[in-house]
């Protein structure tokens, strides 16, 4: 065990919470477990009528974590704001609360910067699939194959997302998803605090993660995928906002309306007029603004592709269930006002786009479709280190069924995961001294 220098760890762990106490709580079980202790906790409590003291009170006597609460409610972007200005690690994260790290996360985290030095690094997560609202009980199967650390281009990065020939969530690029955030990923604080100086605040609405992922792709030069898998994410019913404004217009507008001191009408932040829906549009104004923000820098040489997001605007409209009080057909008539503003060629290239691209098109590091021969059934009572074998040995893939207990949960998920990945890399000859280019 690696002790911490509690002036300047190595990496602060901020978690800005809401009204989840009951995730809290294991989110700093798995903290508190972790074999390198150079870390510092932030836990940021902007809770209205659920507060998370209780949760803290085991760790309020370990000068490690700190318990910190804004003066008044405060939305999603001044809250992370607030939450990460008490940093002091060289690393900065954030966690949400329903991020539960393995416990050689930081080990393996300081190891490689230690190594490397990178401005960002970023790593993969698995799914624990909640029964319900019931976070004690779920489903957990490994998901994504580890692989051996790799660089890729921030530059590059860049502009695959702005340039929006895949939509923002895209399953195909899954191991992508993580690359330059700090949600998923941590980045030096020396990056953060200069985005910062740059942008103002690198979390803008509408979406924070995003806006700070562009921020400091725009600021950082080396960065690292680790490779691996390192937390369990909890999904569940009514635990995401982000993915009821998916489905909800209502919702959407809820969530906007905690911004209206600073955007009157949040309707407006679209590249499209009339045609706000979905959470590509949103996210595409937000790098609108930052592009126009930056003063240098890859950044502020680039623009949002107006062409391929209208087609992911036209594909949004059919994961809405929920209109609310909004009209869905005046959503379609401004798209296909906007779609005939663009020349024939074009518009053809849209519609195909829209309708042609596979957005469950697996990716190729999901271990259920990385080339094993796929079996029917699962052997009960699998351990992580027999399904390891099974897969980079045998060669086979039993279903994806569930390798906990019926008693068990997210703390055994959490547990199967670091031993799952563990002897893969072992299988695999995964050294974190080896590095890829991508």
Known sequence: MTLGNLTNPFISLVIPTRNRPELVEYCLACI??????????????NGTDRLCEQQFQLYRHDKRFKYVRPSADLNMCDHWQFAVSFAQGEYVTILSEKFMLR???????SQMAKQYQADIFSWQFERYEANGNDISKGHYHPLMKPVAPSYYSTVDELKRRLNFATPTFCR???????????????????????????FGSVFQPYSPDYTS????????????????????????????????????????????????????????RTLFDGAWVGHNSFIAYDYHLMCKQATYGPLSEQSVNRANLLSWLMTDINDISDWGNY????????????????????????????????HNKPCSREIYHSGLAKLIDMPPNLTAEALAQMHWCDGIAPARKNVLNQDEGILAAVDYCYRYNASSCKLLNIKLSSIENV
């Open 213 to 268: 992922m562009i921020a400091l792709l725009n600021e950082s030069e080396l960065a690292i995928d680790v490779g691996q898998s390192l937390m369990v994410v909890v999904f569940g019913s009514q635990i995401s906002t982000g993915e009821a404004t998916k489905s909800s217009v209502q919702v959407a507008v809820d969530y906007c309306s905690e911004y209206k001191h600073i955007i009157e009408d949040f309707t407006q």
């Open 103 to 109: 416990p050689d996360a930081v080990l393996l985290l």
């Open 32 to 45: 508190a477990a972790q074999t390198c202790t150079d870390f510092e906790v932030i836990l940021s409590d």
């Open 327 to 358: 009209d869905e057909s005046a959503f379609k008539a401004a798209i296909d006002f906007h779609l005939s503003q663009f020349e024939p060629a074009e518009q053809t290239e849209i519609l195909r786009r829209a309708k042609e691209f596979e």
């Open 172 to 198: 195909q690029f899954r191991h992508k998803t993580s690359y330059g955030k700090m949600y998923s990923g941590c980045v030096k604080r020396s990056v953060l605090l200069r985005a910062q100086a740059h």
